[in-house]
């Protein structure tokens, strides 16, 4: 809100000082001073940018939400796992994946610990496709990593940030 304020009235003070040089650089002729005074046809311009700015601000906010939502990483970690992660759009995609391990289920935690794994979102077995989707029903953005985990054992066998 204070981003689209700023912006706002920095596009009120570019309408003034464009107007100002536009008025010194032209003379206006009889008509369009009976038409309209030029502080009311500066008050126009300026609700007309204000209305793009919002329209505009609120386009570019969108696009933060979005561009936040879209994080991705790649596994690592001492078992053999390859493969990599991308989290949007309430969706985990897991791609190129394989590993040496049976039981394997993909969590989304905040952090890449036993404890973390055990407190995060559990999305189900991994089935050792090079391809798999889950769909999230959490809010995606409040784990910080994806983890290969085996739950029987209670370990830990590969993990990815996300970024």
């Known amino acids: 809100m204070r981003k689209t304020v700023m912006m706002g009235t920095a596009l009120l003070g570019l309408s003034v000082l464009l107007a100002a040089c536009a008025g010194a650089d032209e003379s206006m002729d009889d008509e369009e001073m009976d038409g309209a005074s030029s502080s009311e046809q500066m008050d126009e311009e300026s609700m007309d940018s204000g209305d793009e700015m919002d329209d505009e601000s609120m386009d570019e906010e969108s696009m933060d939400e979005s561009m936040a939502e879209a994080r991705s990483g790649a596994f690592a970690g001492d078992m053999m796992v390859a493969g990599s992660v991308a989290v949007a759009d309430g969706?985990?995609?897991?791609?190129?994946?394989?590993?040496?391990?049976?039981?394997?289920?993909l969590y989304l935690a905040e952090g890449d610990d036993q404890m973390a794994v055990e407190a995060g979102l559990d999305l189900?077995?991994?089935?050792?496709?090079?391809?798999?989707?889950?769909?999230?029903?959490?809010?995606?953005?409040?784990?910080?990593?994806?983890?290969?985990?085996?739950?029987?054992?209670?370990?830990?066998?590969?993990?990815a940030e996300l970024m």
């Open 91 to 105: 969706e985990v995609v897991v791609t190129d994946f394989s590993a040496d391990g049976e039981g394997l289920h």
């Open 124 to 159: 189900g077995e991994l089935t050792g496709d090079a391809e798999q989707t889950f769909e999230v029903m959490d809010d995606a953005a409040d784990y910080t990593h994806a983890v290969v985990y085996e739950p029987m054992e209670g370990e830990v066998y590969a993990a």
